[in-house]
């Protein structure tokens, strides 16, 4: 199996990224912050958990986010590999997306980080925040906080997959399809 992690601050590119890469590498998308987002608008349990978090720019808890994601992936019985979105976001969820996959027999291939500075991040959602609607993105003070959060819970997410010489970083500055291109030759050196 072909397992990624896409990893990088809010704004990063993860999401346009992941939706090139699942059609070249034929893997499954799992996003953590679309699912959430799925789930507020069906109005599910879940979502009206998360949302309270969602809308302060706050983490959603562990245990919530692992479970679903865990749920999620289950779905996909015959996937030829996974391309985890916004997943892990926390050194415990990259613990227990080891000790799941270890369960499958499989692990994670590599993480590809994308690097994009904060002054590019607060000018990309903000513009994101105009077409997409996402509350989230329309707040200078939320977005401020998910960068904050980034730097303090989610970055030692990276040193964990540094230790086990799985990091690779991309400059994520540059067209969809040079940061592809990029992403593509890391992907295809794993
Ligand atoms: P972005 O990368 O632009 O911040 P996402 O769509 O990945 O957007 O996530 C939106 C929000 O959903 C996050 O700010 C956070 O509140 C919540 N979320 C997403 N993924 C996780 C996760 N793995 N752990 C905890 N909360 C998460």
């Not at 069906?42 to 994601?69: C, F, H, N, S, W």
């Not at 916004?86 to 227990?96: E, I, V």
């Amino acid at each position: 199996m072909l397992n990624l992690v896409l990893f990088g601050p809010p704004g990063a590119g993860k999401g346009t990224q992941s939706a090139k890469l699942i059609e070249k590498y034929q893997l499954v998308h799992l996003s953590t912050g679309d699912i959430f987002r799925a789930n507020i608008k069906g109005g599910t349990e879940l979502g009206t958990r998360a949302k309270q978090y969602i809308d302060q720019g706050q983490l959603v808890p562990d245990e919530v986010t692992i479970g679903m994601l865990e749920s999620e992936a289950d779905k996909y019985p015959d996937a030829k590999g996974y391309i985890f979105d916004g997943f892990p976001r926390t050194p415990a969820q990259a613990k227990a997306l080891d000790a799941f996959l270890a369960t499958k027999g499989t692990a994670i291939t590599g993480m590809l980080a994308l690097e994009v500075e904060e002054e590019e991040l607060r000018k990309r959602l903000l513009l994101r925040g105009k077409d997409s609607g996402r509350a989230d993105d329309q707040d200078p003070a939320v977005i401020q906080k998910r960068i904050d959060v980034y730097r303090n819970e989610t970055e030692p997410v990276r040193d964990y997959y540094m230790a086990q010489n799985k990091y690779t970083g991309i400059n994520g500055i540059g067209t969809i399809d040079e940061i592809f291109d990029r992403l593509s030759n890391a992907i295809d050196a794993l």
